[in-house]
Structures are given as structure tokens and as C-alpha cells.
């Protein structure tokens, strides 16, 4: 009987010992903590590279490649590429990999076995009591958590790659903005030039009795409307380039970077995208990730079905010892008695978490269908006003002009109706540079609406050319 005590505790103890080696033997870390499958995807997607600065040299590393691309005039892709270097709101995401990673680590760990001594005396009796317990119900519940664990951890890379292409959407969007307000700035500089000169013309008239009062004062409310409009220009220009600071992550020197004089032309026709639906389907992150919620709830709901009479499952190994008796040696297994709690509450929430789920991702479909047809048509909108304004507006009035001016060096109009001719001309040129923003900030919408959730600007008129006035003449 002794024998058999022995071999029985060295069995257990043996098979304690496998489960230990294999299951923490399974469990490793990732050897880029889960940033490949993020770095891969911002290749495929946005053709740029991706670098997550984990230590001191990394972070040098980055910010001499910062350096350069700072060092020129940025490209909007440049642009972009420093956001995804630099960013470090960025980089803060990336530490999620890392936290996630360590759950999925531990979920894949057999947790450490406990150790219990008791010493009990009675008269000149010591009785001497050890223990080495295990938690069963983790060790038999583990096939089932690892995989929970794992597609956790597939979640925050897919919601990781979302906020890479979200910062890579607003800051491309943000760019544009800025080159579009510094090129605002630039024409309402000129404005402002032209009405000082129309003013201090008509002061002159005025004084030597060639003016009258009332042109005089159009002449003068002409040139205070023209430095309102710039000074709103310059308020404008200032927040577009803070806001492309923050996403750069610029500060210090890096603040001093330069843009292009003026935005890129318009292209020579638009996409035409008749499956865009189906396109975004395929292929949008948050579409995908509403989607394998609902999958990893609905397995977890196969968990608490599994697990719904096992609250409380312990194995333990007994040694008990006294001077005045042989050794005890044993097993002891503990449970928990489902007297009145069957588990039946734990498995209908699961149920109405998992409709919950399913449902969710039908709404996430809907509202990325609306969504992408949304981006799609703003951005068929916008390139058609931007082409009105290239091919129609701004040559018309571009043939006024030339008229004009043929009439005043021929002495048939003098120089202030030439200026009023110039004036009107204001609101047509303003309207073309916002339009040509406008639709590339549509471009970019629309980029992220195919690929994820989108921000989508409001739509923005010429505010700024609508009070430049028309013909003050």
C-alpha cells in the first residue's frame, strides 16, 4: 500500500511537471510584439514605411530620417510619411501591441501552483500538514482561452493599422488645407496691394477736387474689406499649419518646414468607381473587425456553455505528518456545488452579448455602405466644381480682364473702372483656389472611406471671397 502511495505521487507529480513544461513552453512572445502584420499592412495600403522606436538608437534613427524629409519642401506624401515616423500619438499606439501581446502571453501560462503547511498540536502530538494545490479549472479551461486571447490580439493590430490610416487620412487632408490657406494668404496680400493703391488713388483725386466724397468712401471701404479679409487669411493659414504641426509631431526646429506655393492640378479626369460598395466591403477595417467581434463572441458564448458547472475546480496534493503516526500522502480535488446558481444567467447574457455583436456589425455594414457612397459623391462634386472653375469661371473672367484692359490702354475706360473690373474678379479666383482644396481633401475622404471609418470635412464655399465685395465703382 506504501508502494502504491509512492507511485501514485510520483505520477502526479510527473504529470504536474508535463502540463507546466507544455503549456508555458507554448506560450512565447512575439518577436516583433505584433508590429509586422501592422508595419505590412501601411506598405500595402499607403506605400509607406513604418517604424515603431523602441529604444534610444530606433528613436535617433527616426528622427534623422525626420530631419531630411523636413529639410525640402513637403510633398504630400512626404507629408504623410512623417506623420507615420514622427506622430507620436503613433507611437503611443504601438505600445498596445506590447499590452496585448503580454495578456495573450499570460492567457497561454499555467498559473503558478499554491503551497499551503499547517501545524497542529495536540498535547505532545505535532501533526504537520503540506499541501501543493493547482487550479484545474484554468489548467482544463485553457484550450479554450488561448484562442480567446489570440484573436484579442488580433483585434488591437487590426485597430492599431486603423489608426495608422487615420492619421495618414488627416494628415494628407491637413496638408492640403495648409498649402490651400498659404495660397490664400498669397492672393489676398495682392488684393490688399491693389485696393491701398485704388484708395490712395482716389485720396489724391479727392484732394485736388477730381473725386467726389462717395467714391472716395468705396474706394476706402474697399481697401478695409481687402485688410479684414487677409487678416482672416493669416488666422486661417495659422491654424491649417498648427494643425499639420501636430500630426507631423513637429516642435522646435521641425516647426519650420516648408510647403509648396500652390496646390496640385487638378487631375485630368476623375476615378470612376461603379462597385465602390462592394469595394469597401472587402476591404474596410471596421467592417472587418465587427465582423470577427462577433465571431470571437459567439465562441465565447461556446466558453460559458462549457464552463457553466465549473466555477470552482482545484487539484492539490496532501502530505500529512505527525510524530506519533506514519506520514499521510494523498490528493484532495475541490468544486464548487451548483445548489443555486446553475449558470443559466452567465449563458443567456453570452446570448444577448453575441445578438448584440451580430447586430452591431449589420449597423457597422450600413453605415460604411452610406459612408463610402457619401465620400464617392462628394468627391465627384468637388471635382466637378474645381474643373467649372479651371475650364469655365476663371478663363471667362480672365477674357473680361484682357478686354478691359485693351480698353483702358486705348483710353476708352480710366484706371478705377480698370480696378473695379479687378475686384470682381476677387471672388472667381478665390473660389477656384477653394475648390481645388476642397477636392483633394475629398480625394483623401475618400481613400479612407474604401479602407476604413472616414472624417469627413463639411463642405467650405469662398466665405472669404463672398465679402470681398463685387465692383465698388
Known amino acids: 500500500m506504501k508502494r502504491a502511495t509512492i507511485v501514485d505521487r510520483r505520477a502526479a507529480r510527473a504529470c504536474l511537471a508535463a502540463a507546466?513544461?507544455?503549456?508555458?513552453?507554448?506560450?512565447s512572445f512575439s518577436p516583433d510584439g505584433g508590429f509586422g502584420p501592422v508595419q505590412q499592412a501601411a506598405k500595402e495600403r499607403l506605400g509607406k514605411e513604418l517604424a515603431w522606436a523602441r529604444s534610444d538608437p530606433a528613436r535617433e534613427a527616426l528622427q534623422q530620417r525626420v530631419a531630411e524629409l523636413l529639410?525640402?519642401?513637403?510633398?504630400?506624401?512626404?507629408?504623410?510619411?512623417?506623420?507615420?515616423?514622427?506622430?507620436?500619438?503613433?507611437?503611443?499606439?504601438?505600445?498596445?501591441?506590447?499590452?496585448?501581446?503580454?495578456?495573450?502571453?499570460?492567457?497561454g501560462r499555467l498559473a503558478n501552483p499554491g503551497f499551503s503547511f499547517g501545524r497542529l498540536r495536540r498535547g505532545a502530538e505535532v501533526e504537520l500538514e503540506r499541501g501543493l494545490h493547482l487550479n484545474l479549472a484554468r489548467l482544463l479551461a485553457m484550450p479554450m482561452v488561448n484562442p480567446m486571447e489570440r484573436r484579442r490580439f488580433e483585434q488591437t493590430q487590426r485597430q492599431t493599422v486603423a489608426q495608422v490610416l487615420d492619421v495618414a487620412s488627416e494628415t494628407r487632408k491637413a496638408y492640403f488645407m495648409a498649402v490651400g490657406a498659404d495660397e490664400t494668404v498669397r492672393y489676398m496680400r495682392q488684393v490688399q496691394d491693389a485696393a491701398e493703391a485704388g484708395a490712395e488713388l482716389g485720396r489724391r483725386m479727392a484732394a485736388v477736387g477730381n473725386w467726389n466724397k462717395l467714391n472716395q468712401a468705396r474706394e476706402q471701404s474697399f481697401y478695409a474689406d481687402a485688410a479684414l479679409n487677409l487678416a482672416r487669411a493669416v488666422q486661417a493659414q495659422t491654424s491649417a499649419r498648427e494643425k499639420l504641426t501636430q500630426l507631423l509631431g513637429a516642435w522646435g526646429e521641425q516647426t519650420a518646414f516648408t510647403l509648396p506655393e500652390r496646390l496640385p492640378d487638378l487631375p485630368q479626369n476623375p476615378q470612376d468607381l461603379p462597385d465602390v460598395e462592394q469595394v469597401a466591403m472587402q476591404q474596410r477595417l471596421d467592417v472587418q473587425a465587427a465582423r470577427w467581434g462577433a465571431e470571437q463572441t459567439a465562441k465565447n458564448l461556446g466558453l460559458t456553455r462549457t464552463t457553466r458547472f465549473v466555477n470552482?475546480?482545484?487539484?492539490?496534493?496532501?502530505?500529512?505528518?505527525?510524530?506519533?503516526?506514519?506520514?499521510?500522502?494523498?490528493y484532495e480535488i475541490g468544486f464548487e456545488l451548483p445548489l443555486f446558481d446553475w449558470g443559466g444567467a452567465?449563458?443567456?447574457?453570452?446570448?444577448?452579448?453575441?445578438?448584440?455583436?451580430?447586430?452591431?456589425?449589420?449597423?457597422?455594414?450600413?453605415?460604411?455602405?452610406?459612408?463610402?457612397?457619401e465620400a464617392y459623391l462628394g468627391y465627384r462634386n468637388r471635382y466637378d466644381i474645381a474643373r467649372h472653375y479651371r475650364d469655365e469661371i476663371v478663363p471667362l473672367k480672365k477674357r473680361?480682364?484682357?478686354?478691359?484692359?485693351?480698353?483702358?490702354?486705348?483710353?476708352?475706360?480710366?484706371?478705377?473702372?480698370?480696378?473695379?473690373?479687378?475686384?470682381s474678379q476677387i471672388a472667381s479666383v478665390n473660389g477656384a483656389i477653394e475648390a481645388l482644396r476642397d477636392f483633394w481633401v475629398a480625394q483623401a475622404d475618400?481613400?479612407?472611406?474604401?479602407?476604413?471609418?472616414?472624417?469627413?470635412?463639411?463642405?467650405?464655399?469662398?466665405?472669404l471671397a463672398a465679402e470681398a465685395g463685387g465692383p465698388a465703382h
Open 20 to 27: 507546466s513544461l507544455v503549456l508555458s513552453g507554448c506560450a
Open 71 to 107: 529639410a525640402k519642401p513637403l510633398s504630400a506624401d512626404d507629408a504623410v510619411q512623417v506623420a507615420l515616423l514622427n506622430n507620436r500619438g503613433l507611437q503611443a499606439a504601438f505600445f498596445e501591441l506590447g499590452i496585448s501581446d503580454a495578456d495573450r502571453v499570460q492567457a
Open 312 to 330: 470552482v475546480l482545484e487539484l492539490g496534493l496532501v502530505n500529512s505528518r505527525s510524530n506519533e503516526a506514519p506520514t499521510q500522502r494523498g
Open 346 to 373: 452567465r449563458v443567456a447574457k453570452a446570448e444577448a452579448i453575441y445578438m448584440q455583436a451580430v447586430e452591431r456589425a449589420a449597423q457597422t455594414a450600413i453605415e460604411a455602405r452610406s459612408e463610402v457612397r
Open 400 to 423: 473680361i480682364s484682357d478686354e478691359n484692359l485693351l480698353r483702358y490702354n486705348g483710353m476708352l475706360i480710366g484706371v478705377f473702372e480698370l480696378l473695379a473690373d479687378a475686384r
Open 446 to 463: 475618400l481613400d479612407m472611406a474604401l479602407i476604413g471609418k472616414p472624417r469627413m470635412a463639411a463642405a467650405t464655399g469662398p466665405a
